[in-house]
């Protein structure tokens, strides 16, 4: 079985940053992408940032510039740095990954909520 923690979330005024981190453990042979997600109040859960094996990267346009997504596949962790936030950021952030274990799957973690006040 695989498990993915979310850690780094909370309260931050706007302009200021947080870096959210995401670590994979259990019967891991290679983890494929991954990726960073958010889910605002009411709204579709929607994709942050993702990152390839070979570190190839993408953003949603909205955090481009401020975001940055990386990885370190020695400890299985995928971390998201937040700069400039905005109220608009304010969601439950989710990681997923494609882990190749006993089988190929993706999982996904139980997310982290970010908060800044307007």
């Known amino acids: 079985q695989v498990q993915l923690v979310e850690s780094g979330g909370g309260l931050v005024q706007a302009g200021g940053s947080l870096r959210l981190s995401c670590a994979a453990s259990g019967r891991i042979f290679r983890i494929n992408a991954l990726g960073w997600y958010r889910q605002a109040p009411g709204k579709q859960r929607e994709l942050v940032a993702g990152?390839?094996?070979?570190?190839?990267?993408n953003y949603a346009d909205s955090v481009k510039g401020r975001f940055t997504i990386s990885r370190d596949n020695a400890k299985n962790t995928a971390y998201l740095q937040m700069n400039s936030l905005k109220p608009e950021d304010t969601a439950v952030y989710y990681c997923?990954?494609?882990?190749?274990?006993?089988?190929?799957?993706?999982?996904w973690g139980q997310g982290t909520q970010v908060t800044v006040p307007s």
């Open positions: 997923a990954a494609e882990v190749v274990g006993d089988t190929t799957k993706t999982y």
């Open positions: 990152i390839t094996t070979g570190g190839s990267r």
